[in-house]
């Protein structure tokens, strides 16, 4: 026997767990290659390989593995430990799925719930349920397996596409780009309609860059920045932090005067010099290294001053000035890659009345929708990993409806995956469950078309009367148009909206006509109105009542989904924008805290109202307690105060993890998107009584100041008067500005106080003398006159309040 196989037999060997675990795996056919133990036996890991049949089973060559902790209560971070072991073991280990054993009778809803958002699939099993399956008893262990694995919905990838496993299609046109960009010199910007794949293109590219090791790449995302900051000082000091963790040599060089050297952009003291300072910097790596610098801009068009909404001004020429000056500096070192919805910015020789610095100064692509054989290769792929097969009508009827659109086809596919019979290991896929589905979809998911089609509504009105036009039938019209409107014409055939204009009669995406022809139908037959009555209904969601205050630029509702009757918070804003309010949303979507209300939906409504559906909390607002006889008891004031705070440890601006991250000598294209989420974080910039509730959960921030920014009726984001810190006025949204108001949000709650402008004297000087000495000291802390005074972040004052609680 084997050196390794000795020791394998002798770990097993140690307890009867071990040996029935293992006996198990064996009979359904794994080999174990790899043990490991730690904290004296009671966590351990087995290494499984595959043999053929099951590697064609699963879909994967790589190691299985299997972590195991004796500990008769799950606790969260057994899925935590099991993520780290497949990260450090990359790529050894497999990390589409993993097995987890505990000896909690609940371990398999446990583990499905801990792990429900993380990109590898976690199995639970609880050390009970070995007894059941051969050698031991009648049940398999395989299809165990198979169950709670098919429970996982991968058509369902709300967010941008990272992993390469993910990634479907356009490989031909990823090697393009790549080499183009990577000889310097060559600039591309790639269009399409939203949904369609851009950032995950860039991502790819990013990833494919990375590779070959002849590149520094910087990249931003526009749109969190525009949420945050609209400014070309924080964009061109963002670009700059992503150049300067993008290798170990830039971060070695010692001469750079503005990479590397801040925290936060409000920690810049002289804001007017990031220019000079940027230019400078890359002036530095140029010279002193000799790979070309790729710099990526994703949605690059909020830049333009013509953008509904935006607030950049004049940014988008000066930022390209220095661009494109650097680089005709330095000829064949800089790359530029853009991306977009509309090139129009790139095709204008003058913009916002003066010289536009990039006019036919990119190379202009589009990313159509994928190809009918991508289509299929990400049905079946996908749908093998989660037992379902596709009849070949099938696949054809729903490439036929979505015409390519990954997220439509993505978001048919989950509908098809949800309705699928219970307990099915296996199911096949049938061309009626595609009609079906296609049904579903134009009730349940209308918000995604209205999301996908709202900036050329919004922005380029001729591009969305010509769209309307084929849309509607009226195909005389639009041909005769297609001659006038040469330019918007090229960029719907760019979006594979129609592929020749000169002879099509519909849309090639069928399901996005079908909901413009519906649309059209609704408005014509429902007046609209600004205030809806129970039993009205916007999208696919039912109004039962009005809650909270009317007024402000939204009215809220409480709403009920159409299917399933699921019951929302459902938010209408008056003259709102939904392209504006999705670059609010989408940033926010990403942040999973219990204490920071979840955001589900957004869309435009049949009668132009935009709305966003949250979830529907249950509990009193914190201003219920704002008042002599109902203030909370000091012991509940801190309870609510660490769950605040422990939201913006979450998407607060995170340093330690950025410094963690910055060891690494280049950053992977998924380290990267925690890298700015933890560069840039978000602000809730209105914390008050108003906008935390206290559910069964405990303290729950809600409304992130979006009616503001979605109604556009007012250029500035002001928090409410007498929130913001004293000596803060007119700086750059910080941390330091949720904390201040979190401090003056509890002193209310914990003193019964009501507050108004200029009052912070006042109720420091009640808690000085009402409150405890604990209490008090961190509140006062929240509340200091002087910033250098204050926390310096959520984790500090977490950490001192977590102190004072059991």
């Not at 359904?28 to 049949?53: C, H, M, T």
């Not at 990313?367 to 097969?389: N, Q, Y």
């Not at 019209?477 to 040469?486: D, G, H, I, L």
């Amino acid at each position: 026997m084997a050196v390794d196989q000795q020791r394998i037999a002798r770990f097993l060997s140690r307890s009867e767990l071990r040996t029935k675990i293992a006996n198990v795996l064996r009979a359904a056919g794994f080999n174990i290659v790899w043990v490991n133990e730690e904290a004296e036996g009671k966590r351990w890991s087995l290494f499984l390989k595959l043999p053929q049949r099951l590697r064609d089973l699963f879909g994967t060559a790589r190691e299985v593995l299997v972590w195991v902790v004796e500990s008769s209560e799950f606790q969260a971070r057994t899925v935590t430990q099991a993520e780290q072991i497949i990260s450090e073991e990359r790529p050894r280990l497999c990390e589409d799925f993993a097995i987890i054993v505990t000896l909690d009778s609940n371990t398999m809803r446990h583990v499905s719930e801990t792990a429900e958002t993380l990109d590898t699939i976690f199995l639970g099993f609880d050390a009970e349920d070995f007894s059941s399956y051969s050698p031991y008893g009648p049940s398999s262990f395989i299809e165990a397996m198979q169950r709670r694995l098919y429970v996982r919905d991968l058509y369902d990838l709300p967010s941008a596409v990272t992993r390469a496993e993910d990634f479907f299609g356009r490989r031909g046109m990823v090697s393009e780009i790549a080499t183009s960009l990577r000889r310097g010199g060559r600039h591309v910007g790639l269009f399409g309609l939203r949904k369609i794949g851009k950032t995950s293109m860039l991502y790819k590219l990013r990833s494919t860059l990375q590779t070959t090791g002849d590149s520094y790449i910087g990249h931003v995302d526009i749109e969190r920045i525009d949420a945050i900051e609209p400014s070309a000082e924080n964009l061109l000091w963002s670009l700059g932090e992503s150049i300067y963790d993008s290798h170990r040599h830039i971060r070695n060089i010692t001469t750079l005067q503005l990479f590397g050297r801040y925290r936060l952009f409000s920690s810049i003291p002289d804001k007017s010099a990031v220019f000079e300072l940027f230019d400078h910097d890359i002036r530095e790596i140029v010279q002193k290294t000799n790979r070309s610098i790729v710099m990526m801009l994703d949605e690059v068009e909020l830049l333009s001053p013509s953008t509904p909404g935006s607030e950049w001004g004049s940014s988008f020429v000066r930022i390209w000035r220095l661009l494109r000056g650097l680089d005709q500096q330095f000829p064949n070192r800089l790359s530029y890659f853009v991306t977009g919805t509309n090139p129009s910015a790139f095709e204008v020789s003058t913009i916002g009345g003066r010289e536009n610095p990039v006019y036919n100064y990119f190379k202009v692509q589009y990313l159509h929708p994928l190809a009918k054989d991508e289509v299929d290769t990400l049905l079946i792929t996908l749908g093998h990993k989660m037992g379902l097969s596709w009849e070949t009508a099938a696949l054809e009827r729903l490439a036929s409806a979505t015409g390519g659109h990954p997220a439509l086809v993505r978001s048919l596919g989950s509908i098809i995956h949800s309705a699928r019979p219970e307990g099915d290991v296996k199911f096949s896929v049938t061309q009626a469950d595609v009609v079906s589905a296609i049904d579903r979809f134009l009730v349940e998911k209308s918000s995604l078309l209205s999301q996908i089609v709202a900036i050329l509504e919004e922005q380029y009105e001729d591009e969305y009367y010509l769209l309307e036009l084929l849309a509607h039938g009226r195909i005389g019209e639009f041909r005769e148009c297609v001659t006038a409107f040469p330019k918007d014409t090229a960029h719907l055939v760019g979006y594979g909206i129609c592929v020749n204009p000169e002879s099509c009669t519909s849309l090639q995406i069928e399901i996005l006509q079908t909901f413009l022809q519906k649309q059209k139908e609704r408005r014509a037959a429902e007046p609209t109105s600004k205030h809806l009555p129970p039993g009205s209904r916007v999208d696919s969601y039912e109004i039962i009542s009005s809650i909270g205050s009317p007024g402000g630029f939204a009215k809220v509702y409480e709403a009920r989904t159409s299917t399933g009757g699921e019951r929302v918070a459902l938010k209408v804003f008056d003259n709102g924008l939904l392209s504006a309010l999705q670059r609010e949303v989408e940033p926010l979507q990403e942040i999973d805290h219990p204490n920071v209300v979840r955001v589900i939906d957004h869309g435009k409504s049949d009668d132009g109202a935009v709305y966003m559906a949250m979830e529907l909390l249950s509990g009193k607002p914190l201003r219920h307690f704002c008042t002599r006889s109902t203030r909370a008891s000091e012991n509940e004031c801190m309870k609510w105060l660490r769950d605040m705070l422990s939201a913006m440890r979450e998407f607060h601006p995170d340093d330690v993890l950025v410094q963690q991250l910055r060891r690494h000598n280049e950053i992977s294209a998924r380290d990267l998107i925690r890298l700015e989420e933890a560069r840039h974080g978000f602000i809730h910039r209105d914390i008050k009584p108003e906008n935390v509730i206290i559910s069964e959960r405990g303290a729950v921030l809600i409304d992130f100041n979006i009616s503001v920014r979605a109604s556009e009726q007012i250029l500035t984001r002001s928090a409410t008067p007498g929130y913001h810190p004293p000596d803060g006025l007119g700086v750059t949204w910080d941390v330091d500005v949720d904390l201040y108001q979190l401090g003056v949000t509890m002193l209310q709650a914990a003193l019964g106080s009501e507050y108004f402008e200029g009052a912070a004297d006042d109720l420091r000087m009640a808690a000085k003398e009402e409150l405890s000495i604990d209490l008090s000291k961190i509140l006062l802390k929240m509340t200091n006159p002087a910033r250098e005074d204050r926390y310096a972040s959520a984790a500090q004052a977490w950490t001192e309040v977590s102190r004072q609680l059991p």
